[in-house]
Every structure is written in C-alpha cells, then in structure tokens.
C-alpha cells in the first residue's frame, strides 16, 4: 500500500527545519558568547574610562538582546506547524522579531552615534586596556563566523528578523575594528579622532539595516 503524501504543512515544516535548527544553534552560540564579550568589554571599560569599549560592551548587550529574541522566533515555527492560522502565528511572530531587532539597532546607532560626536567635541582618545584589546581581538573572527552563517540562512528562511540579527553580529566586529583600528591609530599617529570617525561610519550602517529590519520581509 502506498504511503499517503505528507500534508503541506508537514513538508513546508520538514523542508524549513533543517535551517530552522542550525540558526537556533547559532543563536544559543551567540548568547553565550556575548555574555562572555559583554562582562569583559563593560569591565574594561570601566577599569580604563573607555568610551570605545563601553559602546562595544552595549553593543554585545544589544547583540544578546537580539538573540534572545531569534530563539523565540525560531522556536515557535519549529514548535507550530503550519496550518493556515498556525503560518499567520509564525508571520506575526517574524514581524515582531524583526521589529524588536530594527528598535535594537536603532538605538544602538544613536548611543553610538552620540557617543561619538561627545569624544569629538571633548577631544579624547581612546584609552588602552589589556583585557579590553583581548576581548576586542577574540571577538572579530567569531562574530565574522557567526554574522556570515546567519546571513546565509536568513536568505534559505526568507527571515528579515534572522537578517537584522546577521547585521547585528556584522555591527560587533566592526566596532571591533574600530576600537583596535583608533587605539593603533592614536598610538602611532596621535589621531585621537580616528575611533570617534569609524564609529559614525558604524551608525550609517545601523540606521541603514534597522529600517530595512522594519520594513521586513515575508516568511515562509
């Protein structure tokens, strides 16, 4: 006797859940990783007054923020199969992590952005920190890994959420390189402006990906 074909829903739900299952890994990566990154980045920060590392450690902040919230996402979709008013559960639940991810960034971009503009006028360099620069350093290749893992799975579950939290990491290492890239600059140069510079590049690309979180995109 020939099997009964899946249900549609069952076959949307068992072709989707292999992504499904490696972004929640990702995610949990994530989470304990940025709990590691944001106590060693706030604590150097307040050790050696740096404005650079404490907008980094608010930034593993706001980065732990947004996996907690792509665990929800994804776990409701692996948890809920799809039928009609189940896969409207699932729209509704994207949009919203979307958008909780594009307020994330939005604030991020503009304690960033002020951040900046006060080093500017105040004329101050970046402190120098041991476990700071350790943290920095370590951070840039496993927020590279993780950021560009997400971009490609975001793209297979056509999740604007999982995209906004791929731009998230994205955001991570780039203050990274710039918190490295004014220390280097300010010890080798004197350009004590050069981190404050980086950071406003930072915030064009925050603004830029949180309206796009916002907008959205269909799941699914």
């Known amino acids: 006797m020939e099997q009964a074909p899946a249900a549609p829903s069952t076959a949307v739900l068992q072709r989707r859940a292999p992504a499904l299952r490696q972004a929640l ?14 106590g060693a980045a706030l ?67 503009v304690y960033v952005g002020v951040a900046a503009v006060l080093k500017l006028f105040a004329h101050t360099g970046e402190a120098v920190s041991v476990l700071g620069l350790a943290v920095t350093i370590v951070s840039i290749p496993i927020m590279i890994a ?3 893992a997400k971009r490609r799975l975001s793209a297979a579950l056509d999740s604007g959420a999982l995209r906004a939290d791929a731009a998230q ?11 490295l ?22 915030v064009a690309f925050l603004v830029q990906e949180g309206r796009e979180a916002w907008q959205g995109i269909r799941c699914c």
Not at 170 to 179: E, G, N, Q, S
Not at 185 to 193: D, E, K, S, T, V
């Open 25 to 38: 890994v990702l995610e949990w990566i994530t989470l304990a990783w940025m709990v590691v990154e944001a």
């Open 43 to 109: 604590w150097a920060a307040l050790t050696a007054g740096s404005l650079s590392l404490l907008a980094f450690g608010l930034d593993s902040g706001v980065e732990l923020a947004s996996a907690s919230v792509l665990v929800w996402r994804l776990r409701s979709e692996l948890e809920h199969h799809c039928e009609d008013a189940e896969c409207q559960r699932t729209e509704r639940v994207e949009r919203s992590a979307a958008r909780i991810t594009a307020v994330l960034l939005f604030a991020l971009a």
């Open 146 to 148: 993780l950021a560009n």
């Open 169 to 179: 990491g994205t955001a991570c290492w780039y203050l990274a390189v710039a918190v």
């Open 181 to 202: 890239g004014g220390i280097a600059l300010q010890a080798w140069f004197g350009a004590w402006w050069a981190d404050a510079v980086a950071s406003l590049a930072i």
